[in-house]
């Protein structure tokens, strides 16, 4: 069964520090994985999204995520945070065959100016 | 190019009543899905369609929940009769396939039940 663990709910940073949002999966074949982004009153968007090759995904708005298979992680990262990023973050994971998408709880960014 | 839309974008009902939401994808896209998303937690695929047949509905509370995509396009999710635990965000996203493809979502509709 596949599974999804974002660490923190919330995360808070300074503007222009750096952003690290967890996100642990659980998978028995190879997954696909994406985070997405939810400002408030509004529905999901995609930010970036890992399927196959190169392990390095960039994504919109400086975000970035790596793909590491050894520690079944997908961290998503920025190297400086604005405050237009405040938003909830959700990591998802899939794979091949239509199996349905199984999201994390998310993780709420504050930005502190 | 249009997005997923839906509506209501809010609805208020009392426990026992029904409800229905309305859903249209982005033209052209095969898969459709209905989340639904508790407050603090992340989306649960409630059933997902792939042209206007159901690919999974594992999730669906079938006892009160439908749901059925007319003709491929657009679809309609019903709740009959609702209870306290159904207040909820409930989210229509549309793909042009499965698996690694990008969902897009709708706005959500926000019910609160009474």
Known sequence: ?113 | EAGVAQSPRYKIIEKRQSVAFWCNPISGHATLYWYQQILGQGPKLLIQFQNNGVVDDSQLPKDRFSAERLKGVDSTLKIQPAKLEDSAVYLCASSLATGGETQYFGPGTRLLVL
């Open chain 1, 1 to 113: 069964a596949q599974s999804v663990t974002q660490l923190g709910s919330h995360v808070s940073v300074s503007e222009g520090a750096l952003v690290l949002l967890r996100c642990n999966y659980s998978s028995s074949v190879p997954p696909y994985l994406f985070w997405y982004v939810q400002y408030p009153n509004q529905g999901l968007q995609l930010l970036l999204k890992y399927t196959t090759g190169a392990t390095l995904v960039k994504g919109i708005n400086g975000f970035e995520a790596e793909f590491k298979k050894s520690e079944t992680s997908f961290h998503l990262t920025k190297p400086s945070a604005h405050m237009s990023d405040a938003a909830e973050y959700f990591c998802a994971v899939s794979h091949t065959g239509g199996f349905k998408t199984i999201f994390g709880a998310g993780t709420r960014l504050f930005v502190k100016a």
